[in-house]
């Protein structure tokens, strides 16, 4: 009754009524109202209802209003963090100078707010959300803090009253409960209902969960109360399962219960004591048995849910359940709640984390009780977290945000090394982990398929696929960069086991088996899971363990890390069947056992002082280990020798991104300096037999001429020989791991990638793999990535190229860096495609030519190595083994013999290798100057192992197995038929050097001692040698040959027999021999060169350098050699030359002579190829202006009346125009609003970037022109106003050529055929567009030539001598006499035609400016304003003056002549009434003025109102064509004394009074004198009195003209103002006549240009300079001028009706305008990105998501925003057509590019924000800052102002108006 009753009364005073009570020490009757009161209020059975909220609200602030409340609150706010918490795609910083975690972000407001100038920061787009860490000394810097939380404000805060908080204290928990049993209620299990009902329950709720968010942003004093609330476990106990008589309670807390059920969690009450004992210690032992035990695996038959996968080819493999689980039971499935915040949590989770509560959870983060709280809360849901995480549907937006709540918790060390102690969460993310990858487990089919125990994880399920599993592992990774959570691990053995058996499932996954018969049918992309598995999974927690084993102290870790990797890898070895030989045709690219044992071995040698023999195996396991790693290097050979090909182009890619720059340093490089350690170990015969072994190309080893090769087809042996001497290269140069220090990988990594390409800043920091660990902000290396690039490279700036395209600033490596540091094997090693070696060497190449050191084709040059360290010194015996030597022999015999599959790459690699040898010598023994015994050893090629001594061994015989067919046993045949004749002393086939000796009897000898080797039969002694020496039962084990399994093919080949060969050659001497070859001399090495030999000048050159290299540094390191060689060059005799019938021969006819041949060839070509290209681009380049020159010339030199002949681009044909074959020039009409955009001024306008700032439209061209034809027709005649100005300032149709010309007929053809094409173009053709059959160029219209002459040359020309009334008599009477309209013929169509196109390129609003639309005088007026347009934009496009004269590239795009013609014939539909023809008033008196005025209630525009420029063009247009040039020049200087008499009344209008009156006493004085009316004082007096006159003409302004005038007129000032006043007409004039009559516009200074064009066009006699010159003395009067001037005044006076004010406004019209230009913006891109990424939309008031700028007025535009859509057309694409006539340049925002958009089509052009480094950063990727760059923000304002976006940018699409 009582709670009835009080909720009746108003909330207000109920609360302060209650809060009254409260306060009292006896307060049982208030506590009891109170929940009474909440009980009715908070009544969950009620649903959500905006009523509870409310009371809550009144009752927390206990009766003040609820804003006043949080003021309060807000005022005791103690909290030093910043913690506010935001949402994906929110733009945060992250600075690497002030962070301590990695994972450091910061707001904005805290960014610009803290001193981050110089450091390494930049703006990001927030993937999962995050929360600002200002304030925060865990994860950032004290000193990075801003200017707010940098102060410890806390301790000024004044202490909290009690009684503030008192309501919150007790009304809170209910309203927490009552949201708990909300969600208890609304949980339906997902499998039973859609998870659209959670989002139902979800957005019911969303008002509580944004109050309690409301309250945790009062400050730290609500927070406080808030997690005193979540954490107190007597609260949540009373409340959770509810009072005995409460049912609705107890039904509720069932239902909690049963959801934690079905959660596969048991709360710990029913678990009782059983299973609570399994601690930690179990979990240990179960992984030990991991491995072990998986023979024991159960395999279940795939579950029905698991079927339904569908994946194809891999859902069929069955999945492997582990029979013993090895996790401690407890983590995975035992929950209790305490409290409100662990049930929160619980509910967060299994609503799969909605943004809202995840919110809240975070905002409470700055209380640091809270903070402890929720990580341990965090972390004992861990594995139901992940649980959730794999059934959920939803997975990536879940994954977000789990890690947006985890990266929050694990980033602060403290807090992690607390949890890690007190929860375990180490065994957790282990276990979890584990737990993970066990869903997906499949058996490994690696080696032996069915009896292989080993299993892997299936890299087609969704869990890898999806990389469901980053979220954990992001976990894991940032807890190891914890120095103390890393040793913990490393310090608890049994985790380090469980750790190893997760990676095992990783190693051998994804396993690839070569196809052989046909092509896959399906390509599986599962070796992108596969790869960023093996990356994220277990590479990159290694880089986090390995940080942190740097120093001697932390020895153990690693022994500890290396001794489990191989008992693991042993344990794989037995699982997998694996005894000595891999499986054929297998490859999997994934060891990650390997690679942990290779980086653990390589960072405790280079940095912990470990003796790495200490952490070898014995020899046999060191055998195994090998193998795979050797595998993969033979399988990245065979996939590029194309033997892959049929398992389709992902094994491309997999070998691809095996060797790519984010993997490289986890794959490629552990295993090749793995491959090198075992290399170090074992016996090198072994090793190097192996490699040739898998490289499977030791048949081709052979001294005979041909061979068998059992694995191979001919045409894979070259490349898959060069694979295995290159891979033998690197393995002995690569000193990554050996050695180098960090700051030379670095600059190595930086060379090569230099080398390949110039390269972009943010290109080379992409491309150089980081060396530590990819996590960390500072990059690898004590020295500085900047410091190294600028010691390597040089930066090239940004430039532009003329056809537009931008360049990026890039680097450039500098010059030494080639001639030093150019490292060919380092630049193979890190090449994804092959053709970036190729690259790099043309590059090096064009150096050397460059710097004149070598200019043929260069080998690739031999480079220095850094000293191994002396633990991996045994490497250096590869080099120095017999079975290498033999292989060097054999081959370079080979390559001397022409062998075939031989090839130049194969010789530099040898080369190489030998030179590798001669350079690291094997320290122990001294090398003996005198040949050494023979050993009396298995084999007797080389006497000893020494590179040195063995270069000069000679070999006299060699036993081989050829084929019967082989040319080596013709011959022996033929020997034993001549046995007693001499033998021939050339063999035939193949000739063996320099003589047979005679073979008698005594050959059986010669047998004994020739050499046989076998490498397979050599590699096996070997291994037996190794395995009986470690005495091991597997050398019992069966081994299967491999020459007995050997396949052979159907046509069974010839079969084998063995042969001797005579050789008689040391390695020297073949050395001499193949020098001779490449030289092609006989004696190319005389004695002499041994002794001057300078090793210097042989680091650059091809093979012949490198022989000599390789020669002199044999003959200076042995005396022996050098000895040799002397013996050598003296004993060499010319070859007998062949015999001209041999076939051998000529089939080896020098192979140099063909290739030079082919490369003369080619050469010539290329020759004749580009002088046709130079001749068809001087020719495209003549005809840009066909008319011009060919004129010219046909003017001077043929009779008059020639017509100009035109080229069809299409037939060919050349001819002139006619009528009934019109040709027509190539043209683009486009609307263009240009014009419109100029200012008065020549500063652009600035881009608003602040509230304050604006741009003003109004000061426009365009405004102010449609400001005076508004004024006009609201007092004048609208005929008469239409013929008053122009319009087409906005909205003109400009219309611009190629220059190239074409048969009308053709190029209708034309289009037919481009309709019929199906190609996808980036134009219209059904909007009549096309590109120009020659010069591609874009164009939409074509613009027919007039028959007959070019232009009016000869007569027309003549200047005659009749008097100025004459000339105006007559040209009066040529308007009068108008031009018969020309008869229909197909050249009158077209031109119709084209007038149509004309009208439809524009908007129909920028043609009807007339009262009523569409009547003559509208088109009249819209036709003559496009030859204004275009004249206008001619004059911009020359600098808005004439002075640089003659050519210029847009003369070369103008075609006014034939545009005026068309014009023309197209206005002799209509004539001007004489009555009104402005004629008359212009040179004569018109007497019936008044009469003429009283009939119409609108006057005529007075003459001086008029423009001129307009009239010019009305006159010559209405005038017959073709008009002489007397008439054109009578016309100009009518015209001309209209103009300057409007000067004179505008400059009137600006004097003050009292100058006004000086000044008309003065022109008084003068009017008398002779020649007045060319004086402009006395017709500036004359025009004063006059419009004295006029109804307050003069007093409208005069108080601010004379503020105007402060500066005194003197008659200079007078004339350069009348001047300026004229040159826009004048220039308008001279370029008419330019284009009419062909004259040539002479250039000339600023200061003369005024007379130059007076000149030009015949106003007077001489021309004068501008400054003596007197603009009076060019009028020419042929009237009385006072008459003439007192009639045009009076004109103005008559306007009875007109204010005053008007008059004034319309007389001072100002014809000059500056040239357009953009907006100025601002240098800093922060500036405007920050003011407009969050500023919301002018038109729907949202924020838009793409936000854009047009950069020419300013305005803010929604870029694809279907809220400001009109008629199905987006914004942009409307805003184009208002603002540009349908072209627009916008910024985007948040991208920094720059989009244009041409009428229907639009392109991305660019950036003009740019870096530090020069380049761009589209879509704001890489957040660094940006600063504008002029030039390029130059070229876009000239592309526009000159027209030329069609042309210049290429990559066109049509945008649908979707923009």
Not at 1710 to 1716: S, T
Request: aromatic share 8%; charged share 20%.
């Amino acid at each position: 009754m009582m709670a009835a009753s009080q909720l009746r009364r108003d909330k207000k005073s109920t609360a302060a009524h209650l809060k009254a009570d409260l306060k009292r020490t006896d307060n049982s009757s208030a506590l009891r109202q109170l929940q009474d009161l909440l009980d009715s209020v908070l009544n969950p059975e009620r649903g959500s209802d905006p009523e509870a909220l409310e009371w809550c609200k009144w009752l927390l602030a206990g009766g003040d209003g609820f804003d006043d409340f949080c003021r309060t609150v807000r005022s005791y706010d103690n909290a030093t963090l910043c913690g506010l918490v935001w949402t994906a795609n929110f733009v945060a910083y992250r600075c690497r100078t002030c962070g301590i975690s990695p994972c450091m972000s910061l707001c904005a407001e805290c960014f610009n707010n803290g001193d981050h100038t110089g450091h390494d920061f930049n703006m990001f787009r927030s993937q999962a959300g995050g929360a600002c860490d200002c304030g925060d000394g865990n994860v950032m810097r004290e000193s990075g803090f801003c200017s707010r939380h940098q102060l410890k404000t806390g301790e000024n805060v004044p202490s909290i009253p009690r009684d503030l908080l008192l309501m919150s204290e007790m009304v809170l928990p209910r309203f927490i409960i009552t949201i708990i049993q909300y969600l208890r209620d609304g949980y339906i299990e997902p499998e039973s209902a859609a998870d659209r009902d959670l989002q139902k329950v979800l957005q019911q709720l969303e008002p509580h969960i944004s109050f309690l968010e409301e309250l945790t942003k009062m400050g730290g004093a609500m927070r406080t109360v808030l997690t005193k609330i979540l954490t107190n476990q007597q609260t949540f106990k009373e409340l959770s399962m509810g009072q005995e008589e409460n049912v609705y309670a107890k039904r509720n807390y069932e239902k909690y219960l049963s959801a934690l059920k079905s959660s596969g969690l048991v709360s710990v009450e029913e678990k009782g004591a059983g299973g609570a004992g399994a601690g930690a210690t179990d979990s240990a032992a179960g992984a030990l048995s991991l491995l072990g035990a998986t023979a024991a695996a159960s395999l279940e038959d795939s579950s029905k849910e698991e079927d339904q996968d569908g994946l194809q080819g891999v859902g069929q493999r069955k999945r492997v359940k582990l029979s013993n689980t090895t996790k401690d039971p407890s983590i995975m499935d035992t929950l209790k709640h305490k409290c409100f915040l662990e049930e929160l949590l619980f509910w967060t989770i299994k609503y799969e984390f909605p943004q809202k509560m995840v919110t809240f959870l975070l905002n409470m983060l700055p209380d640091q009780d809270y903070k402890i709280m929720f990580t341990k809360t965090f972390v004992q849901h861990y594995a139901f977290i992940m649980k959730t995480l794999m059934k959920s549907h939803e997975s990536d937006t879940m994954s977000n945000r789990i890690v947006h709540i985890s990266v929050q918790l694990f980033s602060n060390e403290e807090l992690a090394r607390h949890v890690t102690e007190e929860c375990q969460l180490l065994d957790i993310m282990v276990t979890v982990l584990l737990y993970m990858m066990e869903s997906c487990l499949i058996k490994s089919e690696l080696q032996d398929e069915e009896n292989n125990r080993h299993v892997v994880v299936n890299c087609g399920e969704a869990l890898l696929k999806n990389n469901t599993y980053w979220p954990l592992v992001s976990d894991f990774i940032n807890i190891l960069s914890h120095q103390s959570v890393a040793k913990r691990f490393l310090e608890d053995h049994s985790l380090l086991l469980l750790w190893m058996s997760f990676v095992s499932f990783f190693q051998g996954m994804n396993l690839n088996k070569r196809e052989l018969n046909e092509h896959v049918e399906f390509e599986s992309q599962t070796y992108y899971a596969a790869f960023a598995a093996e990356l994220e999974a277990c590479a990159q927690p290694m880089w986090g363990l390995l940080t942190h084993c740097k120093v001697k102290e932390t020895q153990e870790y690693t022994k500890t890390v290396v001794r489990y990797c191989l008992e693991t890898l042993q344990m794989w070895f037995d699982a997998t069947g694996f005894v000595d030989e891999p499986a054929p045709n297998q490859l999997t690219f994934h060891l990650p056992l390997h690679r942990y044992y290779a980086m653990f071995l390589s960072k405790g040698v280079k940095c912990q002082g470990l003796d790495l023999d200490s952490l070898l195996p014995d020899q046999e396991m060191l055998m195994k280990i090998m193998v795979h790693p050797l595998q993969i290097q033979a399988s990245l050979s065979e996939i590029h020798s194309n033997m892959w090909v049929r398992n389709g182009l992902q094994i491309k890619g997999q070998a691809m991104t095996y060797v790519q720059s984010h993997f490289c340093n986890s794959m490629i490089d552990p295993d090749i300096y793995l491959l090198q350690v075992c290399a170090s170990r074992l016996d090198p015969d072994y090793f190097i037999s192996s490699v040739f072994e898998r490289f499977k190309v030791v048949d081709l080893l052979t001294m005979a001429s041909q061979h068998q090769n059992a694995v191979l087809d001919s045409e894979q042996e070259r490349p898959m020989l060069e694979g295995a001497l290159t891979f033998l290269v690197i393995l002995s140069s690569l000193r990554i791991h050996l050695g180098m220090s960090d700051d030379e990988i670095l600059r190595a990594e930086m060379v090569s990638q230099l080398c390949m390409n110039d390269r972009t800043h943010s290109s080379l920091l992409d491309l150089i793999p980081e060396n530590p660990n990819p996590k960390s902000g500072a990059v690898p290396g004590s020295c500085s990535f900047e410091e190294m690039l600028s010691s390597v490279a040089d930066f090239k700036a940004p430039v532009f190229e003329p056809g537009g395209s931008m360049q990026q600033g890039m680097y450039t490596p500098k010059a030494e860096v080639w001639e030093k540091e150019f490292d060919p094997i380092m630049v193979i090693l890190r090449t994804v495609y092959r053709r970036d070696v190729q690259s790099a060497m043309d590059r090096y190449s064009a150096f050397l030519k460059q710097s004149g050191v070598h200019t043929g084709n260069p080998w690739p040059p031999y480079k220095e190595r850094t000293p191994l360290h002396p633990c991996y010194r045994g490497l250096v015996r590869l080099l120095h083994c017999k079975t290498l030597h033999i292989v060097i022999f054999t081959l370079l015999y080979k390559i001397w013999m022409d062998h075939q599959n031989m090839s130049e790459h194969v010789l530099c690699m040898v080369l190489y290798l030998i030179e590798l040898g001669m350079d690291n010598q094997i320290q122990e023994d001294k090398v003996e100057e005198e040949p050494c015994i023979e050993e009396h050893c298995h084999d007797s090629w080389f006497p000893g192992t020494s590179l040195l001594s063995n270069l000069h061994h000679i070999i006299n015989f060699v036993r081989v197995r050829v084929p019967e067919t082989a040319p080596e046993v013709e011959k022996n045949r033929e020997r034993e038929r001549e046995r007693e004749t001499p033998a021939s002393t050339s063999a035939d086939g193949s000739s063996f050097g320099q003589s047979s000796r005679r073979l008698t009897g005594n050959w059986r000898e010669n047998l004994r001692e020739a050499q046989v080797f076998s490498l397979v039969a050599e590699r096996r002694r070997k291994f037996q040698e190794i395995i009986n020496r470690s005495n091991h039962e597997a050398s019992q084990a069966v081994r299967p040959k491999s020459s007995s399994s050997r396949w052979l093919p159907p046509g069974s080949p010839p079969q084998l027999v063995t042969e001797i060969l005579e050789i008689r050659e040391s390695m020297l001497s073949l050395l001499v021999k193949l020098h001779q070859k490449l030289s092609a001399k006989q004696n190319s090495l005389s004695l002499s060169w041994l002794t001057e030999s300078d090793p210097a000048r042989h680091t650059h050159g091809d093979g012949l350098t490198a022989i000599e290299r390789i020669l002199a540094k044999a003959a200076s390191r042995s005396q022996h050699s050098k000895r040799c060689l002397q013996e050598i060059c003296r004993k060499v005799c010319p070859p007998i030359p062949p015999k001209k019938n041999s076939p051998g021969d000529k089939k080896n006819m020098d192979k140099e002579e063909r290739r030079q041949r082919a490369r003369e060839r080619q050469q010539k070509l290329l020759a004749e190829f580009a002088s046709r290209q130079k001749s068809f681009m001087e020719t495209a380049m003549d005809v840009e202006t066909p008319e011009a020159d060919a004129v010219m010339d046909v003017g001077s030199a043929e009779p008059l009346d020639s017509e100009v002949l035109y080229d069809c681009v299409i037939c060919g044909q050349s001819g002139p125009s006619t009528e009934d074959r019109p040709t027509g020039l190539v043209v683009l009409l486009q609307a263009s609003s240009v014009l419109g955009h100029r200012c008065r001024s020549d500063t652009p306008k600035q881009l608003p970037t602040t509230d304050e700032e604006h741009i003003y439209p109004e000061d426009t061209c365009g405004a102010t022109h449609d400001v005076r034809l508004t004024l006009m027709q609201r007092y004048f005649k609208d005929s008469s106003c239409l013929q008053s100005v122009s319009i087409g300032w906005d909205g003109g149709v400009y219309v611009q050529t190629c220059g190239h010309t074409l048969h009308i007929d053709c190029h209708k053809s034309y289009m037919e055929s481009l309709r019929n094409d199906q190609v996808l173009q980036g134009f219209s053709v059904d909007k009549g567009e096309f590109t120009c059959p020659l010069c591609r160029q874009f164009a939409n219209s074509v613009l027919p030539c007039r028959p007959g002459r070019g232009m009016e040359t000869g007569g027309w020309h003549t200047p005659s001598n009749k008097s100025m009334s004459t000339l105006v008599k007559e040209v009066e009477d040529l308007q009068e006499q108008m031009g018969i309209f020309p008869a229909e013929s197909n050249l009158s169509k077209e031109m119709e035609s084209v007038i149509k196109n004309i009208k439809n390129t524009t908007q129909k609003k920028y043609m009807d400016y007339g009262k009523n639309p569409g009547s003559p005088d509208n088109d009249f007026l819209f036709m003559y304003s496009v030859a204004r347009t275009n004249l206008e934009l001619e004059l911009v496009h020359r600098g808005g003056n004439l002075c640089s004269g003659g050519a210029s590239a847009a003369a070369k795009r103008s075609c006014l002549n034939q545009l005026f013609h068309v014009l023309a014939m197209h206005m002799q539909l209509y004539s001007i009434d004489s009555a009104y023809n402005p004629w008359t008033r212009l040179t004569q008196s018109t007497h019936s003025r008044e009469t003429e005025y009283c009939d119409e209630e609108h006057p005529e525009v007075p003459m001086l109102f008029r423009d001129v420029p307009s009239l010019l063009i009305i006159f010559i247009l209405t005038m017959p064509q073709p008009l002489r040039r007397e008439h054109f020049t009578c016309v100009v200087q009518v015209l001309y004394s209209l103009q300057y008499t409007q000067a004179l009344a505008a400059l009137s209008i600006r004097f003050s009074r009292e100058e006004r009156q000086a000044w008309s006493n003065i022109g008084a004085a003068k009017k008398n004198t002779p020649n007045s009316d060319k004086s402009w004082e006395s017709l500036l007096g004359h025009v004063i009195s006059e419009l004295k006159n006029a109804k307050d003409v003069y007093d409208t302004n005069s108080e601010e003209t004379s503020v105007l005038s402060s500066s005194v007129w003197s008659p200079q000032s007078i004339e350069f103002t009348l001047q300026q006043f004229c040159l826009p007409f004048l220039r308008l004039s001279c370029l008419l006549q330019h284009h009419l009559y062909g004259d040539s516009l002479p250039g000339c200074p600023m200061e003369e240009e005024f007379s130059l064009l007076t000149g030009c066009l015949g106003l007077v006699g001489s021309v004068q300079s501008s400054t003596t010159m007197s603009s009076a003395a060019c009028l020419q009067w042929n009237f009385k001028a006072y008459d003439l001037i007192s009639q045009w005044c009076s004109e103005v006076i008559t306007l009875s009706d007109t204010p005053t004010q008007q008059s004034a406004s319309l007389l001072v019209q100002d014809p000059q305008w500056a040239a357009p230009r953009l907006l100025q913006l601002p240098d800093n891109y922060n500036t405007i990105f920050q003011y407009y990424h969050r500023k919301s939309c002018t038109s729907c008031g949202k924020t838009p998501k793409d936000p854009a700028l047009c950069l020419v007025c300013g305005a803010f535009v929604c870029l694809k925003g279907h809220c400001c859509k009109q008629q199905g057309v987006c914004e942009c694409v409307l805003h184009s057509q208002h603002c540009g006539a349908a072209t627009g340049i916008f910024l985007l925002i948040n991208a920094s590019v720059i989009i244009i958009i041409r009428g229907h089509r639009f392109c991305l052009w660019g950036s003009v924000y740019l870096d530090a480094h020069g380049e761009e950063d589209r879509d704001l990727r890489r957040g660094k800052p940006l600063y504008l760059c002029e030039e390029r923000y130059r070229v876009l304002e000239q592309q526009w102002v000159s027209h030329t976006f069609d042309h210049i940018n290429k990559r066109w699409g049509p945008h649908y108006n979707g923009l």
